[in-house]
């Protein structure tokens, strides 16, 4: 047995310590999360393809209602015809057209979190 106390050794136990991280890995919601260049490229990548969804959307409505005020100008006197056209004819594809924009923004969403979360 050594006389001197700082010979003497201690055993300490305890919980595991978790596994260093490999060099070179990087987890991309710390990226974000530390607002590096990396997670900069990350969030405007998202952003970036929800506005080209937009966009698209956006494109397709103005096809579809843009039209419009020529061929009303183009028979005078059809108020009726008008009225059926914008309630009928055009509702079905107004909302057809937004169900599309909310599951694709939610796509995207999606593959942006599963993109940060590494599955």
């Not at 979190?113 to 590494?118: F, I, N, S, T, Y």
């Amino acid at each position: 047995m050594p006389g001197n106390p700082a010979d003497r050794r201690v055993v300490v136990t305890g919980p595991p310590r978790q596994a260093r991280r490999v060099s070179g890995y990087y987890r991309p919601r710390t990226e974000i999360d530390e607002q590096t260049t990396l997670g900069h490229t990350y969030v405007r990548s998202l952003m970036r393809t929800q506005l080209r969804t937009a966009l698209a959307v956006l494109a397709v409505l103005g096809l579809l209602v843009g039209p419009l005020p020529l061929l009303f100008a183009a028979m005078p006197d059809s108020r009726h015809l008008e009225w059926a056209v914008l309630g009928f004819g055009l509702y079905a594809p107004l909302v057809l057209l937004a169900r599309w924009f909310v599951r694709r923004a939610e796509r995207n969403e999606r593959d942006f979190v599963r993109l940060v979360e590494d599955r």
